[in-house]
């Protein structure tokens, strides 16, 4: 047998249900919201996620899955989808049309992490993105959406956590600041902080070691050494979310995992996944578009990581009701002949219906029924055939009507939409 890739997984029934339940939720919602849907390819060309994520990140550094093709160029397994995004939205020039465009994406990106719970090599993402406006009203709108859609979908236990990362005016002298915090303490860090401690000292704030914690205990808090601008900035996202009674925790420690961020900053995190505790991130990335090469294009936006979203949902015991189903139980030829022609046809009228295709008796027709669930048992033999009319048998209260063949699929749909 041929089996699964390490840290990849399949979705399949039942658990997929309420995955389709989450994906109709979020697309009513981002639909609400104004943002239209972007089908993005699961590859780019490799310099899109190095120039885009940022050389000096886990994601470029060690965990892309990259390959040469039989061409000779380099690609790369999406690890996330913004740089996508943000690319589409530069190469279909969208900004000609409205530089204002709300986008939303779903589908598998890829990191070649160590697989445990919560955390895959193919996981899933439902990816914002807002485009063309630099005020901190379109912060607190993806705000407003990510928390939304986690109550509409009952999510428990889980808390915004937000932050400003600065702007290139005020975050290098802060970087500065902190190189020189860590390059003091280089003999309490591990081997990764003190390689990080130059390159990029705001990861070393992440370090989920306990010595390099404590060690960055006292650290300088960039909320402390914002420009006037960015402290503003911050101060009407704070304000704004307020306003509408969304509830968060100032975290000066958010630095996320991407270098692509500019001032506002927020994860959504929860404590039942154990060390996978972000459930979605996201924040403003101003940049990013020029450093791709397109126009000066002020943006924000997040990614809710489904995976983690799904078993927090399921372990707070969400489910799908399995879709009211009538399965069909024929005795003889002539029966299963005419059974397998209604069946046809309440399939194409919308109605959920399953028949046995075996010939089988009629108990053990029923006990298939049971299985699957079926809400109704249609039963169809000799007798009927001569009454031209079938037995709908009601299988929670017992109860049998006879349903003539003239308004068979009309009854049957009242039934079911019913029940
Ligand atoms: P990220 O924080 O790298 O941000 O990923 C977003 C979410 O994806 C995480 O909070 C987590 O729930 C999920 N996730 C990440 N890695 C894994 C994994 N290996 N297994 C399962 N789930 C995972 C981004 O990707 C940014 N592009 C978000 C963004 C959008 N920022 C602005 N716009």
């Not at 000779?72 to 995004?85: C, F, S, W």
């Not at 990013?288 to 924000?300: I, K, N």
């Not at 059974?339 to 959920?352: D, R």
């Amino acid at each position: 047998m041929i089996s699964l890739i390490k840290g990849f997984r399949d979705i399949a029934p039942p658990d997929v249900e309420l995955w389709q339940h989450v994906e109709a939720t979020a697309r009513k919602l981002f639909s609400d919201f104004g943002f239209s849907e972007i089908r993005l390819p699961i590859m780019e060309k490799t310099e899109l996620f190095a120039r885009g994520i940022g050389a000096d990140t886990d994601i470029v550094e060690k965990e892309m899955y990259t390959f040469t093709d039989r061409g000779g160029e380099m690609l790369t397994l999406r690890p996330e989808a913004t740089a996508g995004v943000a690319r589409a939205y530069i190469e279909h020039n969208m900004a000609a049309v409205d530089p204002v465009r709300k986008l939303f994406t779903t589908g598998p990106m890829f990191r070649r992490e160590r697989p445990q719970k919560g955390r895959f090599r193919q996981f899933y993402q439902l990816n914002a993105e807002l485009f063309g406006v630099p005020g901190p009203a379109a912060d607190v709108q993806a705000i407003l959406l990510l928390v939304t859609l986690l109550k509409r979908l009952d999510t428990p236990d889980v808390t915004v956590h937000l932050n400003s990362l600065g702007c290139p005016e005020c975050r290098p002298a802060y970087k500065a600041l902190l190189t020189e915090y860590v390059a003091a303490r280089s003999a309490a860090l591990c081997e990764n902080c003190v390689r990080r401690g130059s390159t990029n000292p705001l990861r070393v704030l992440d370090c989920k070691a306990p010595d390099c914690r404590v060690a960055m205990i006292g650290a300088p808090a960039i909320s402390e050494h914002l420009c006037p601008a960015c402290r503003e900035h911050f101060a009407l996202v704070t304000e704004g979310l307020g306003a509408l009674g969304i509830q968060f925790e100032l975290n000066p420690r958010l630095v996320r995992g991407l270098d692509y961020y500019t001032r506002t900053t927020f994860e959504v995190q929860t404590t039942s996944l154990g060390a996978q505790n972000a459930v979605a991130g996201g924040g403003r990335y101003d940049g990013l578009l020029e450093a791709l090469g397109g126009p000066p294009t002020p943006a924000v936006g997040f990614a809710i990581g489904m995976d983690r979203l799904l078993e927090l949902l399921a372990e707070n015991g969400a489910k799908v009701e399995p879709r009211a189903l009538v399965f069909l139980a024929c005795l003889g030829d002539d029966a299963q002949k005419l059974g397998f022609s209604w069946l046809c046809a309440l399939n194409l009228a919308g109605v959920a219906a399953e028949m046995d295709f075996f010939g089988r008796s009629l108990k053990s027709q029923m006990k298939r029924a049971d299985r699957l669930g079926a809400r109704y048992v249609l039963m169809l033999g000799g007798d009927e055939l001569n009454n031209r009319a079938a037995v709908l048998r009601n299988m929670a209260t017992k109860e049998q009507e006879p349903v003539p063949f003239a308004s068979l699929v009309e009854t049957v749909a009242a039934r079911l939409s019913a029940a």
